[in-house]
C-alpha cells in the first residue's frame, strides 16, 4: 500500500483568495504585534482598530494575548470584555454585543469544513452572534452559525453547537439549557 501523506490535499484553498490571505496575513502580524509586551488598555484598542478596520468603543477592555485570523470580521459593542487568551475565528464573521463578558481561553470560530472526504479541504463559513449581556465562562467554544441570546450564561467548558436561547442558562458538551437566569441573583 502506498502512502499518501505527502501528497498536496486537494480542494479550496484555506484562505480562498489573494486578497482573504493578505488580509489574514495582515491581522497575524498586527494581532503578534499587540500581543508583544504590555499595553494600557487604550494602546490595546487602537491596536484592535487597526486589526478590525472598525470603530472599536472606548468602553471594550481585552486582555491579551488574543487572538484572531481574520480581523475585518470581528465587531465589538460597547462595554464588551474578552478575557486572556481568547482566540476568534472569524472569517464568517462575529459580532460581541453591548456588554457581552468571554471568559479566558475562549474560541469562537466561524469556520468548519465539510463532512464528505472528497472536499473537506473546502473552508465553510457562518457567523457567530454574541447577544447583549451574555456571558460565556473560561474555555467554552461556540462553532460556526451559533447565536448566544441576550443575557445567556454559558457555563465553563461548554461547548455551544447550537443557537442559546436569551435568558438561559446552558452547559455541558453539547451544551444544552439547565435553567432559566434567575433576575434575584
Not at 464588551?80 to 453591548?98: K, S
Not at 456588554?99 to 466561524?110: R, Y
Not at 453547537?161 to 435553567?179: E, H, L, Q, Y
Request: negative net charge; glycine residues 10%; hydrophobic residues 40%.
Amino acid at each position: 500500500m502506498t502512502s499518501k501523506m505527502n501528497e498536496k490535499p486537494t480542494g479550496k484553498d484555506y484562505v480562498g483568495s489573494d486578497d482573504l490571505y493578505a488580509d489574514v496575513q495582515r491581522t497575524m502580524r498586527l494581532v503578534a504585534e499587540m500581543n508583544t509586551g504590555y499595553h494600557t488598555e487604550a494602546e490595546v484598542r487602537d491596536c484592535l482598530r487597526e486589526i478590525t478596520r472598525s470603530d472599536v468603543p472606548d468602553t471594550v477592555r481585552v486582555f491579551p494575548p488574543l487572538n484572531i485570523n481574520y480581523g475585518p470580521g470581528v465587531r465589538f459593542g460597547d462595554d464588551c470584555f474578552l478575557n486572556f487568551g481568547c482566540t476568534l475565528l472569524a472569517i464568517g464573521g462575529i459580532t460581541i454585543g453591548d456588554g457581552a463578558f468571554i471568559g479566558p481561553h475562549c474560541v469562537l470560530a466561524t469556520e468548519y469544513h465539510p463532512e464528505d472526504p472528497a472536499t473537506r479541504h473546502s473552508l465553510l463559513t457562518k457567523p457567530i452572534v454574541i447577544g447583549r449581556n451574555a456571558w460565556l465562562g473560561a474555555d467554552v467554544k461556540v462553532l460556526a452559525g451559533v447565536t448566544v441570546g441576550e443575557n445567556a450564561i454559558v457555563a465553563a467548558g461548554s461547548v455551544v453547537t447550537k443557537d442559546v436561547p436569551a435568558n438561559a442558562v446552558v452547559a455541558g458538551s453539547p451544551a444544552r439549557v439547565i435553567r432559566e437566569i434567575r433576575k434575584d441573583s
